[in-house]
Structures are given as structure tokens and as C-alpha cells.
């Protein structure tokens, strides 16, 4: 069955680092999604993308994020300088445009660590 | 106040019990989804539903939409259905999911 995947699994780096996560969504779909989740907090949405650009983004969502498909497969976010409060867990999720019910598929997550 | 709301926040059960998970929204939604979070963080869709309701072996979600409510029950609980389960509503003009704080169950032996 297809499935959403995510690298790395974890991440750890220094306050003011540059940090790139990688989503490969389901094959054929077009819409996707960025959630974090705080340790022990909910889940929270951080943006949405489709047709090469964003559709929809939180107020988390500041000038340090970026997202970017860099071709056919991957889905990248990108924190430019990251803070402590950054540690999470990031979900991707992908969505089929073709079926009206849009369910999301989530990927296993990148557990985040700033130190 | 949040948009959505679940309840019980924790819920432990004796196996074979019947379990009930609520779950209130306050916003127009398209559609209401429930998920499960296992240990190590990895969320997996068990239901999408904007009606009625959904079976899938033990697992019955129900939704009602003039009172906002949807609820998710397992039958026969087992150690293995030991999750958090979380409701999440697609907010009617866009496709982004809405979280609730999710109900921590665990099913002892």
C-alpha cells in the first residue's frame, strides 16, 4: 500500500541552525501538508501547498519556514535558523486532489531537536 | 476556547469493555476525522465521515452534525487498542485539519 515517508527520522541540531525536512508524499498526489506537534501538545497545522504553491498557512508559520517541491517527488520544509522552541515532531501529509473526500495521509514524522 | 474539544482526556478500560470517545466541534467542518497515535508518535487515519456513521471491525465512529458531535467506540477493547486517539475536523473552506488534544486510552489485561 502506498504510504507517506519522511527523512530523517530524527533530527538534532544547534540553536540558529538551518534545517531541512524531507517528505515524499503518495504518488499522484497534489495537495500537501506540513503539522508539528509540541511534546505534549496537540497537533497543529503549519501549511498547506498545491500546484507549486502555498494554498493555505498558520500564523506559526513565519518568514523562518519555507516549503518547496524541488521536483517530482520530494517536499521539503526548511527552518532557516532555528530556535528552541522549534523542537517537535513534523508531519507530512499528502492528499489525493481527485477524490472529493481529500483525506490525508500522514507520514511516520520527524522528530525535531534543538539544543 | 479550542475548536475542538475530545473527552475523556485519559480513559483506562479493562479488556473486552466498550469504550467512548467524544468529540465536539465548534466551527463548519466538511469532514471529521478520527486517528490513532501510537508510542513513538506515528498517526494513522482510522476514519473519515461528514454523515452518519462507520464500521471497521471493532471500531464504530458516528457523527452528528446539526449537534456537532461525533463519537468513536470500540468494541471488545483489547491491550493492543492502547493509544491516544485524536478527532480532527476539516474546516469547511480549506483542507486543513483541526486538531483535538486527543483521549490517552489504555486497555489493561
Given at each position: 500500500?502506498?504510504?507517506?515517508?519522511?527523512?530523517?527520522?530524527?533530527?538534532?541540531?544547534?540553536?540558529?541552525q538551518?534545517?531541512?525536512?524531507r517528505?515524499?508524499?503518495?504518488?499522484?498526489?497534489?495537495?500537501?501538508?506540513w503539522?508539528?506537534?509540541?511534546?505534549?501538545?496537540?497537533v497543529?497545522?503549519?501549511?498547506?501547498?498545491y500546484?507549486n504553491?502555498?494554498s493555505?498557512?498558520?500564523e506559526?508559520?513565519?518568514?523562518q519556514f519555507?516549503v518547496?517541491?524541488?521536483?517530482?517527488?520530494?517536499?521539503?520544509?526548511?527552518?532557516?535558523?532555528?530556535?528552541?522552541e522549534?523542537?517537535?515532531?513534523?508531519?507530512?501529509?499528502s492528499?489525493?486532489?481527485?477524490?472529493?473526500?481529500y483525506?490525508?495521509?500522514?507520514?511516520?514524522?520527524?522528530?525535531?531537536?534543538?539544543? | 476556547?479550542?475548536?475542538?474539544?475530545q473527552?475523556?482526556?485519559?480513559?483506562?478500560?479493562?479488556?473486552?469493555?466498550?469504550?467512548?470517545?467524544n468529540?465536539?466541534y465548534?466551527?463548519?467542518?466538511?469532514?471529521?476525522?478520527?486517528l490513532q497515535?501510537?508510542?513513538g508518535?506515528?498517526?494513522?487515519?482510522?476514519f473519515?465521515?461528514?454523515?452518519?456513521?462507520?464500521?471497521?471491525?471493532?471500531?464504530?465512529?458516528?457523527?452528528?452534525?446539526?449537534?456537532?458531535?461525533?463519537s468513536?467506540?470500540?468494541?471488545?477493547?483489547?491491550?493492543?487498542?492502547?493509544?491516544?486517539?485524536?478527532?480532527?475536523?476539516?474546516?469547511?473552506?480549506?483542507?486543513?485539519?483541526?486538531f483535538g488534544?486527543?483521549?490517552?486510552?489504555?486497555?489493561?489485561?
Open positions: 500500500e502506498p504510504e507517506v515517508t519522511q527523512t530523517p527520522s530524527h533530527q538534532v541540531t544547534q540553536m540558529g538551518e534545517v531541512i525536512l517528505c515524499v508524499p503518495i504518488s499522484n498526489h497534489l495537495y500537501f501538508y503539522y508539528r506537534q509540541i511534546l505534549g501538545q496537540k497543529e497545522f503549519l501549511v498547506s501547498f500546484n504553491e502555498i493555505e498557512k498558520s506559526i508559520f513565519d518568514d519555507s518547496e517541491r524541488p521536483d517530482g517527488s520530494n517536499f521539503t520544509l526548511k527552518i532557516r535558523s532555528t530556535k528552541l522549534d523542537s517537535a515532531m513534523y508531519f507530512c501529509a492528499s489525493d486532489t481527485r477524490l472529493s473526500s483525506e490525508q495521509y500522514f507520514g511516520p514524522g520527524t522528530r525535531l531537536t534543538v539544543t | 476556547k479550542n475548536e475542538v474539544e473527552s475523556p482526556q485519559n480513559l483506562t478500560a479493562q479488556e473486552g469493555e466498550f469504550i467512548t470517545i468529540c465536539s465548534s466551527v463548519g467542518i466538511s469532514a471529521l476525522h478520527w497515535q501510537h508510542p508518535g506515528g498517526i494513522v487515519s482510522l473519515m465521515l461528514s454523515s452518519g456513521k462507520k464500521k471497521h471491525g471493532r471500531l464504530i465512529a458516528t457523527i452528528n452534525i446539526q449537534e456537532k458531535h461525533s468513536l467506540h470500540i468494541t471488545a477493547s483489547h491491550p493492543r487498542d492502547s493509544a491516544v486517539y485524536i478527532c480532527a475536523v476539516r474546516s469547511g473552506a480549506t483542507n486543513k485539519l483541526i488534544t486527543g483521549t490517552l486510552l489504555a486497555v489493561q489485561p
